[in-house]
């Protein structure tokens, strides 16, 4: 089945500076979904993407769909406390596909 | 209340108890799932339920039992679990299935002794 690869497991960075994170895969997705989730509490939805090459933003956070739509990533810039948390990213192949998570990746952010 | 709340926020059963798991969706949506959280490991959906019919059951064990009464409750029946079941199981809800993105509620935090 479709697997998506998000790697390393966890990054460490400095409050300030910018971070980013991939999400590959082998298989074509038509929709990417970047989460995040905060220590006891559920996945919550950052970032939607629907079309191939889309770049979009909210707030600090910009999200790109790759245009071989294999692949996504997603900038944090001027990292805070608050960062911290784990990333997931999520692909659909279909309308009515399942959803496909990645292991997520791990930010923790040194003040 | 808003979103997508689950209850109990933690749980401890023995492998003989039976118990139940609690969501509730206050967005209007009329899908909702039962994933299951485990530490480094993507996450496993379970269950899918479509306008309160289920359309998706993951191979998963019978000693997980669901129900959706409406489109907003979603419960899950737990009976002789096994220690390997310990795990987060997060509710999400979504507006349709095709392209919409999941809302999820904050999980139980489920142990089996």
């Known amino acids: 089945g479709q697997q998506l690869n998000q790697s390393p497991q966890s990054m460490f960075i400095q409050e300030g500076e910018d971070v980013s994170m991939n999400c590959t895969s082998s298989?074509?997705?038509?929709?990417w979904l970047w989460y995040k989730q905060d220590p006891g509490e559920g996945p919550v939805l950052l970032i939607a993407?629907?079309?191939?090459?889309e770049l979009t933003s909210n707030g600090r956070l910009t999200a790109q769909f790759g245009i071989t739509r294999k692949d996504s990533f997603l900038n944090i810039s001027a990292s805070i406390p608050s960062d911290v948390g784990i990333y997931f990213c999520a692909g659909l192949t279909g309308a009515n596909s399942k959803l496909t998570f990645g292991k997520g990746i791990t930010l923790s952010v040194r003040p | 209340e808003t979103g997508v709340t689950q209850t109990p926020r933690h749980l401890v059963m023995g492998m003989t108890n039976k118990k139940s798991l609690k969501c509730e969706q206050h967005l209007g949506h009329n899908a909702m799932y039962w994933y299951k959280q485990s530490a480094k490991k993507p996450l496993e959906l379970m269950f899918v339920y479509s306008l309160e019919e289920r359309v998706e059951n993951n191979s998963v064990p019978s000693r997980f039992s669901p129900e959706c009464p409406n489109s907003s409750h979603l419960f899950l029946h737990l009976h002789t679990l096994q220690p390997e079941d310990s795990a987060l199981y997060l509710c999400a809800s979504s507006q349709g299935r095709a392209r919409s993105p999941l809302h999820f509620g904050n999980g139980t935090r489920l142990t089996v002794t």
């Open positions: 993407l629907y079309k191939a090459g």
């Open positions: 298989s074509i997705f038509n929709t």
